[in-house]
Structure formats: structure tokens, C-alpha cells
């Protein structure tokens, strides 16, 4: 079956860098996407990776490795506003995304 | 502002009752779809429509029907509501080509749903 890992919540220090995994497996490949959801509201597109590497975007960087499976989402500078849910997903062979359940991200001061 | 409208925001709706969400959207976005969240698992997709006039069944399809009438609106119905269809509903579109891995979504702010 498809699935997608990514740990339950973590928690971080306001100014600092946090790093978020994702690891999937699925039937083909043809994409991963991170979108950030605060509590209670829509989830809001990140980033968008399709060939191996790091794209930077602000605060935010993510990375993909698809012989491992792998990305990650990069937060740095960790602002309270970043207190939010963050989702992976896989664009499979079919063009069906593939979700995570999500990880909660904890900010303190 | 462009983006998705959902109605209602939230509902308690008694079993056996059907139910139609509402989900319009102004940005002429050819694809549209329906997800449903629920506390420990990933968005799940119920029904999709890659644009007016056809509708295709996603994941967990049961016990939801769907329309496509014109490009903006695309209404979900509960025909007869039952307690597992408790969750928060999220309406959401896309406008770049639906065979693309670079097809971002854009959520409505969801309709939650409590059937007792």
C-alpha cells in the first residue's frame, strides 16, 4: 500500500531551526508537496519538490532525496506565528496525492 | 477576494438526515475537490471533478455524491447521514492541468460536520 510517515508533533524554540521529515512510499512518483495548516483553518500551500535537492524559499527550505523516499521541511528563524500543522504529500503514478497525517509543530518562547 | 467559499461553517446534523455542502469558487479553476480531515489521519479524498460535467470517485466516496454543473460550484451531499461522517470538509481547486505534479491546491476554510 502507499503510505506516508511523518512524526506526530514536535516542539521548537522561538529564533531557532527546526527540521521536519516526511518519508514515503508510493506507486511512482511525480511530486511532493509541504502545506502549512494553523489550528482551525485551510491548509495553505509551501512548496512544491520534483527532482532531488534543496529549494529555498525565505525561512523555509525543502528537500528531497526519491532513492530514499525522503524530504524534509526546513523552518528556520521559528517565529510564533509558525505554530501550525505541517502536511506532506505525494503526487503518485496517477496523479492522486498521498497525505500525511501531519505534524503539529510547537513553538515556545 | 478570489479564492473558495464553503457553507455552512458548521453544522450538528441528526443521523438519517441528508446534508449538501456548498463550495463555490472564483478563480475559473477547472479542477475541483472534496476532502474530508480527520484528527490523526491524512486528508482523505472523497469525490474530484477535473472540470464541468464529470465527477470521478476518490478514496472513501461512500455515502457522498457529488456535482458538477458549471465550472464554480460543486456541492457534496450526505443522501442519509450517519455518525462516522463527523469530520471537518475541505473544498478545494486547482488550475493548473490535472495530469501535472505541479498542481497546487487552494482549500476553502472547511465545513465542519458533527452527525449525531
Known amino acids: 500500500g502507499q503510505n506516508i510517515d511523518q512524526p506526530t508533533e514536535m516542539t521548537a524554540t522561538e529564533g531557532a531551526i527546526v527540521q521536519i521529515n516526511c518519508t514515503y512510499q508510493t506507486s511512482g512518483f511525480n511530486g511532493l508537496f509541504w502545506y502549512q495548516q494553523h489550528a482551525g483553518e485551510a491548509p495553505t500551500f509551501l512548496s512544491y519538490n520534483v527532482l532531488d535537492g534543496l529549494e529555498e524559499k525565505g525561512r523555509f527550505s525543502s528537500f528531497l532525496s526519491r532513492s530514499k523516499g525522503y524530504s524534509y521541511l526546513l523552518l528556520k528563524e521559528l517565529q510564533m506565528k509558525d505554530s501550525a500543522s505541517y502536511l506532506c504529500?505525494?503526487?503518485?503514478?496517477?496523479?492522486?496525492?498521498?497525505w500525511g497525517a501531519g505534524t503539529k509543530l510547537i513553538i515556545k518562547p | 477576494i478570489a479564492g473558495i467559499t464553503q457553507a455552512p461553517t458548521s453544522q450538528i446534523l441528526a443521523a438519517g438526515r441528508r446534508m449538501t455542502l456548498r463550495c463555490t469558487q472564483d478563480m475559473r479553476h477547472n479542477a475541483m475537490y472534496w476532502y474530508r480531515q480527520d484528527l490523526g489521519l491524512g486528508l482523505r479524498l472523497i469525490h474530484y471533478?477535473?472540470?464541468?460535467?464529470?465527477?470521478g470517485k476518490g478514496e472513501v466516496p461512500d455515502g457522498y455524491s457529488v456535482s458538477r454543473a458549471n465550472t464554480d460550484d460543486f456541492p457534496l451531499t450526505l443522501a442519509s447521514a450517519v455518525p462516522s461522517q463527523t469530520s471537518v470538509y475541505f473544498c478545494?481547486?486547482?488550475?493548473?492541468?490535472?495530469?501535472?505534479?505541479?498542481?497546487?491546491?487552494?482549500f476553502g476554510a472547511g465545513s465542519r460536520l458533527t452527525v449525531l
Open positions: 478545494a481547486s486547482s488550475g493548473g492541468p490535472v495530469l501535472s505534479g505541479a498542481n497546487v491546491l487552494t
Open positions: 504529500a505525494v503526487m503518485d503514478s496517477n496523479y492522486q496525492l498521498i
Open positions: 471533478s477535473n472540470t464541468a460535467g464529470t465527477t
